[in-house]
T-cell receptor
Framework: QQQVKQSPQSLIVQKGGISIINCAYE??????FPWYQQFPGKGPALLIA?????SEKKEGRFTISFNKSAKQFSLHIMDSQPGDSATYFC????????????FGQGTELSVKP | DGGITQSPKYLFRKEGQNVTLSCEQN?????MYWYRQDPGQGLRLIYY???????QKGDIAEGYSVSREKKESFPLTVTSAQKNPTAFYLC?????????????FGNGTRLTVT
C-alpha cells in the first residue's frame, strides 16, 4: 500500500496553542518522513523530516513524533503563531521507489490571534 | 537565485485543447517531478524523471505527457484525453540519488479548462 493518511483536514488553533497533525502509513518500506508547509499561491517547502530509527525530532517550535510499531507520525507546532497559518503535508518515501514522495491529503491550519 | 520556475502562473484553455506547462530549474538537479494538487486530495504524482531522456509514470499519468530533453527542463502537456484537467500543477526537483534529498517545488501553475 502506497497511501499516507493525514488528519485532520482542517484545524483552528488559538495563538500560543499547540497544533497537532497526524499521519499514518502502511508500507513498511518507507524510511523517510518529511513534512512540507505550503502558503497560499506558493509551492510546498520542506519544514522538517525524520528517519524511522528516531522517535522524535525537534527544530525550534516544530517537533515530529514517530511511532514505528504503530506506523504513525505526527507534527506538533508549539506556541502556534498566526504566521504558521498554512497547509501542511506529511509525506513518505522508500529507498527503492526512485525518489518518489507519497503525500498525505493535507491539513489547513488557521491560527487565530 | 537557484530555484524552479513554472510558467505561466495562471492558464486558461477551452476543453479539447492540449496545453503545455513549463518547468525550468537551475539547481543542477537530476530528478524532476510533476504533481497535481486538488483540494482534500494532497499532492498526486503525475510523472517523474530521474535522468535526461528518461521518465516514468506516476500514479495519475493518464491524459498527460512529458519530455526530458534537457536537464533543466521538464515540460508537462495536459492532453484533451485528461478528463478533469482543472487543477493546480506543481513541478519539483531533487538531487535524486539519496532518499533524504528534499523536493524543491516551484510556485505552481493553476490551469482552468472550460
Amino acid at each position: 500500500q502506497q497511501q499516507v493518511k493525514q488528519s485532520p483536514q482542517s484545524l483552528i488553533v488559538q495563538k500560543g496553542g499547540i497544533s497537532i497533525i497526524n499521519c499514518a502509513y502502511e508500507n513498511t518500506a518507507f524510511d523517510y518522513f518529511p513534512w512540507y508547509q505550503q502558503f497560499p499561491g506558493k509551492g510546498p517547502a520542506l519544514l522538517i523530516a525524520i528517519r524511522p530509527d528516531v522517535s522524535e525530532k525537534k527544530e525550534g517550535r516544530f517537533t515530529i513524533s514517530f511511532n514505528k510499531s504503530a506506523k504513525q507520525f505526527s507534527l506538533h507546532i508549539m506556541d502556534s503563531q498566526p504566521g504558521d497559518s498554512a497547509t501542511y503535508f506529511c509525506a513518505a518515501r522508500s529507498y527503492n521507489q526512485g525518489g518518489k514522495l507519497i503525500f498525505g491529503q493535507g491539513t489547513e491550519l488557521s491560527v487565530k490571534p | 537565485d537557484g530555484g524552479i520556475t513554472q510558467s505561466p502562473k495562471y492558464l486558461f484553455r477551452k476543453e479539447g485543447q492540449n496545453v503545455t506547462l513549463s518547468c525550468e530549474q537551475n539547481l543542477n538537479h537530476d530528478a524532476m517531478y510533476w504533481y497535481r494538487q486538488d483540494p482534500g486530495q494532497g499532492l498526486r504524482l503525475i510523472y517523474y524523471s530521474q535522468i535526461v531522456n528518461d521518465f516514468q509514470k506516476g500514479d495519475i499519468a493518464e491524459g498527460y505527457s512529458v519530455s526530458r530533453e534537457k536537464k533543466e527542463s521538464f515540460p508537462l502537456t495536459v492532453t484533451s484525453a485528461q478528463k478533469n484537467p482543472t487543477a493546480f500543477y506543481l513541478c519539483a526537483s531533487s538531487i535524486g540519488d539519496r532518499v533524504e534529498s528534499p523536493l524543491h517545488f516551484g510556485n505552481g501553475t493553476r490551469l482552468t479548462v472550460t
